[in-house]
């Protein structure tokens, strides 16, 4: 992880145009120091790690209790009584899961309790495939409302 962040802070100093060097006299460390860091051949303290952090205009936050998605996340007993609950005893939440477990899976996000994180994904499905249904119907009765008016237009331009 300490490479990953050591390689964005490299990037950011190329974003905003600045030198090893010119990160250096903000930090007021040695001129090569920064570079030294950024090849690894040498660490900062931890001060001078969250001094070069605030410089480049990063937030440090320490993610205390978090984790990634396990590998094979599944609901867990009390999150499928949940699902029966909320959606009823026939509802098929194994796309979903699916689709949950490879959005988290790429994207390395942390939680600190997976199964709430699920429950939430499937209420935003519920809410966004109540929407989209809706939406869906309005753009179609949309559509045959211009077609009608084509359909008007070319009739009056044959007559």
């Known amino acids: 992880m300490y490479k990953y962040a050591i390689?964005?802070?490299q990037e950011r100093r190329q974003h905003l145009g600045l030198s090893s060097q010119e990160v250096s006299e903000k930090l007021g460390v040695s001129d090569?120091?920064?570079s030294l860091w950024e090849c690894g051949k040498k660490q900062p303290s931890t001060?001078?790690?969250f001094n070069w952090c605030q410089v480049l205009g990063f937030n440090i936050i320490l993610n205390v209790h978090l984790t990634q998605i396990p590998?094979?996340?599944t609901p867990s007993f009390d999150t499928k009584q949940w699902i029966v609950k909320?959606?009823?005893e026939r509802y098929n939440y194994e796309n979903e899961l699916k689709i949950f477990n490879n959005h988290y899976r790429a994207s390395g996000t942390t939680k600190s309790d997976w199964h709430y994180a699920f429950r939430s994904w499937l209420l935003r499905a519920k809410k966004?495939?109540?929407?989209s249904s809706n939406t869906s119907a309005g753009t179609e009765e949309r559509r045959e409302r211009i077609h009608n008016v084509f359909a008007i237009g070319d009739k009056r331009g044959q007559g």
């Open 7 to 9: 390689k964005d802070l």
């Open 86 to 88: 909320e959606f009823g």
């Open 128 to 131: 966004y495939t109540t929407n």
């Open 32 to 34: 090569s120091l920064v």
């Open 47 to 49: 001060i001078n790690f």
């Open 71 to 73: 590998k094979g996340f």
